[in-house]
């Protein structure tokens, strides 16, 4: 917590409670005799706002650290309450231990024994409206920086998909593989016929698959072998590939294109020759997918950027926490993928999708509404006891209105939040402005 930033925050807000009291005085027929005086006042006026304010914030503080993004909840709120009303009542009374004893030159004994309730309300009273205040403003807050983590993980998740469309199929792979079927095409056109048909299949799986979470594990093996087709044409016999003839687990899922990454990353980033041969071999286990090479690396290649082994972590990382593993040595290079079950919980569909979407949007405007209403009838709870405070204190000014019309204020702002209504720009209006100027782009 940024203990400058609120300390000027706390002396801002004693500031304007010290304004707020000098014109109800002012109002009663009330006027500082001296400057000296209005100093002191001044100065015991911001000891109770700062240390106040200082009390609750640490306490708010330790609420987030505690209950988290749920510290809004009902019970949660209602916890929060009560320990903000006696950490308030308890630091007024041991500001008043320090004032009238340390500064005013009275015994304790003498001031407990003098002490009464009549000594507090008014500074209670104030410290309440500012603890209400202070807790809407959090409140907001924490609910706008909740929106920008939502909008982060959403943009994280549309990033991870992007560039899992972007780094499906290598360009380079295209452009080689269109410059292999021209020399076909002259050389022996029943191999380019082959050659073409296995390209438009390679193809045609991407579009298929590319929307997929995940594919079944014998299908992904298929379009391996597929893939592997075309680069042997490219590469004649400088690639060895063997794969198991018999999955464990041929149901099991995989992420759609994760090994035509690892393929083309192997053949990437290493020398293949009929000298330097490539050896690319895929093994499974009971629950990982191990694609391995032999390391001869290219002299002239420039650094590796990672882009298609974080690509693949990421698309796992949206599904499950299973990690995807890398093991590296002189000799060889190994990436085990997890081969995921069909009871993982993930959503297939997009029906599932939507339909735990609107469940959580469901359950948290439900949440929402009812720490509202929590809100207001406690607000209309202190409302009585505002006004009786302000009858038993015989000030002849109904001051009972500041804190009541100030709370309702924050009751209203409150309201106007969840039940999504702005007296200025009408229901939904930023959402029909985004519809309006999406419209004229297009």
Known sequence: ????????????????????????????????SS????????????????????????????????????????????????????????TLFLIRVFTETLIGGRSFVDFISNEHLGNYYISFIISIVVTAIFYTVYYYKNKQETKVTQ?????????????????????????????????LIEENPEAATRFTTALSKVYRYVLEQKSKELVTLEEEMKFAQLYMSLLSVRFEDSIVFSAPEQLKNPLGK??????????????????VSSSKKLYIT????????????????????????????KNI???????????VCIDENRKEFSVAIPILTENIK???????????????????????????????????????????????????????????????????????????????????WEERKIRELMDKED
């Open 1 to 32: 917590m940024d203990l400058i930033k609120h300390i000027i925050k706390a002396f801002f807000v004693g500031v304007l409670v010290f304004v707020i009291l000098t014109i109800v005085q002012y109002v009663n027929g009330y006027v500082f």
């Open 35 to 90: 400057i000296r005086e209005a100093t002191i006042w001044f100065a015991y006026n911001q000891l109770y706002a700062v240390t106040l304010y200082m009390v609750n914030a640490y306490y708010f503080h330790f609420l987030l650290s505690r209950f988290s993004d749920e510290v809004f909840k009902s019970k949660n709120l209602l916890k929060g309450a009560f320990g903000g009303v006696f950490l308030t009542v308890l």
């Open 151 to 183: 909008q982060k993980i959403i943009a994280g998740t549309a990033s991870a998909q992007f560039d899992a469309l972007k780094n499906q199929l290598d360009p380079h792979f295209l452009f080689n593989s269109l410059n292999v079927l021209t020399s």
């Open 254 to 271: 995989v992420v759609p294109l994760s090994l035509q990454l690892l393929l083309e990353n192997a053949v990437k980033h290493n020398r």
């Open 282 to 309: 895929i093994s499974e286990t009971d629950d990982m997918l191990i694609i391995t090479n032999n390391l001869q690396p290219k002299r002239a290649l420039r650094e590796s950027t990672g882009v298609g082994l």
């Open 313 to 323: 972590r990421d698309r796992y990382g949206l599904l499950t926490d299973r990690s």
């Open 346 to 428: 993930i959503m297939n569909t997009q029906e599932t999708y939507i339909s735990e979407k609107r469940y959580k949007q469901a359950k948290k405007r439900v949440e929402e509404i009812k720490v509202f209403y929590v809100h207001f009838v406690i607000y209309l709870l202190f409302i009585p006891i505002f006004i009786y405070l302000n009858i038993i204190s015989n000030a002849g000014f109904p001051w009972a209105l500041f804190p009541i019309f100030g709370w309702g204020f924050g009751v209203v702002s409150h309201a106007a939040e969840t039940f999504n209504y702005n007296p200025f720009f009408g229901k939904n």
